[in-house]
């Protein structure tokens, strides 16, 4: 089993950063894909971001290039998303995902987080 647990979330003005961080449970987590997802009220869950377990593959949706950047630390076994130049749309429930292989599809991620809400204002 995995759990992870997201932090980092918070209020912020458009153009502002944030970093979101997910702590994962186990001796596991090295061997796992690890992503992150976001939720926006009234949409459906969307794939934000992806990491290989060597962190050697990286994918980020469009919509964040040159803003996101994701990031693992295996020995402290803790995944991170550095959230630069935010955008009103980015506003949205972010989930910390994790799997045996990247996924970009959200039905196909086997462990999920609770989630952290991102607000940002204009």
């Known amino acids: 089993q995995v759990q992870l647990v997201e932090s980092g979330g918070g209020l912020v003005q458009a153009g502002g950063s944030l970093r979101l961080s997910c702590a994962a449970s186990g001796r596991t987590f090295s061997n796992y894909a690890m992503g992150w997802f976001r939720q926006a009220p009234g949409k459906e869950r969307e794939f934000v971001a992806a990491?290989?377990?060597?962190?050697?593959?990286?994918y980020y949706a469009d919509s964040v290039k040159g803003r996101f950047t994701i990031s693992r630390d295996n020995a402290k076994g803790t995944v991170y998303l550095q959230m630069n130049s935010l955008k009103p749309e980015d506003t949205a429930v972010y989930y910390c995902?994790?799997?045996?292989?990247?996924?970009?599809?959200?039905?196909?991620?086997?462990?999920w987080g609770q989630g952290t809400q991102v607000t940002v204002s204009s």
């Open positions: 995902a994790a799997d045996a292989q990247i996924e970009l599809t959200t039905a196909l991620v086997d462990y």
């Open positions: 990491i290989s377990w060597s962190g050697g593959r990286i």
